[in-house]
């Protein structure tokens, strides 16, 4: 009861009894004004800066709303409009380490050890990739550190890339989701141009931990469709040509994604699949093609699985 009213309120029915009690007083008094008053403009500048934003918000809705309703759009379309840019304008947006420039003053090394933090856990969920991994365990870090990978942050309505377009990179979704909608290009492999193939349009949704256009670190590939970012989110880019000029420095994965580049495009060009952004979509088995690739390729592939059960085994 003491602490309570002498802080706050200075009001204490309690009086000090003597000269000791009575300096712990103004001392405890002191500091309830102190810390009342700190913790009052704490919360008044916290109020101030929702206002701000709020009111930024606010206004670019109101705008909009004019906008739509100058132009005479359906009232039906009108708010399906205003749904999806209300759910964009108040996603969280996601740090890259732009946003990080103390960054710059970590060591090579250590800035090396963090991004193969980063960025391997990722690019071991490519199936290939991890394979290559486990032949030569140099690889990622070496990707790592290198030009290959980096990160793209994207925003609400952002084209990751439109239709029918030349790809040299693949894509991993760090944050946030992506609508792709696919069947409208065609595809040039190494050997021989497709003929056009058209599909129905499908319209998925993609979330975190999932690739797209990977065919791009094997093939000379045009996108199958359209990828557009929903709201704010990260992505995480493989550039072919730096995983190329990576794989110089390791000849034996090398050979391993020569062959395998070879059979996709192969079984892509025999078997004429539906082709689309999303391996998942293009029905073509990792497995099955590496049962397809040469047999010296499938036992550099196997060789440290067999070294890790003959080390169990003994």
């Avoid at 309120?9 to 009894?17: D, I, K, N, T």
């Avoid at 405890?28 to 913790?39: P, Q, R």
């Amino acid at each position: 009861y003491w602490s309570i009213t002498a802080m706050f309120s200075c009001a204490s029915v309690l009086q000090p009894q003597n000269y000791a009690e009575t300096v712990f007083s103004i001392v405890y008094i002191i500091f309830g004004m102190l810390f009342g008053s700190s913790l009052i403009s704490s919360v008044a500048a916290m109020l101030v800066d929702f206002q701000v934003v709020t009111r930024d918000q606010n206004e670019k809705l109101r705008t909009l709303r004019k906008y739509l309703r100058q132009n005479g759009v359906q009232p039906s379309l009108s708010l399906k409009i205003q749904k999806q840019i209300v759910q964009r304008i108040f996603a969280d947006t996601r740090l890259s380490h732009q946003d990080v420039p103390v960054l710059a003053l970590l060591s090579t090394k250590l800035r090396a050890n963090l991004w193969y933090e980063i960025y391997a856990p990722r690019l071991m969920s490519e199936p290939v990739l991890m394979m290559c991994d486990g032949v030569d365990d140099l690889l990622l870090g070496d990707m790592c550190s290198s030009d290959t990978v980096m990160m793209q942050s994207v925003g609400p309505g952002h084209i990751i890339f439109n239709p029918n377009t030349n790809l040299d990179r693949a894509f991993y979704i760090v944050g946030g989701k992506v609508h792709y909608t696919g069947g409208m290009a065609l595809v040039s492999a190494t050997i021989r141009t497709l003929p056009s193939q058209e599909s129905q349009e499908a319209l998925v949704e993609l979330g975190r931990t999932q690739w797209l256009a990977t065919s791009a670190l094997w093939t000379h590939w045009k996108s199958q469709g359209l990828a557009e970012s929903v709201g704010h989110g990260e992505l995480m880019l493989v550039l072919a040509e730096g995983f190329a000029a990576v794989l110089k420095r390791h000849r034996s994965i090398a050979e391993i994604v020569q062959d395998y580049a070879k059979t996709l495009v192969k079984v892509i060009n025999d078997e004429r699949p539906l082709l689309s952004d999303l391996s998942s979509m293009m029905k073509i088995d990792s497995d099955r093609l590496i049962c397809a690739m040469p047999q010296e390729t499938r036992l550099k592939l196997s060789m440290p699985a067999l070294r890790a059960v003959h080390a169990q085994a003994t």
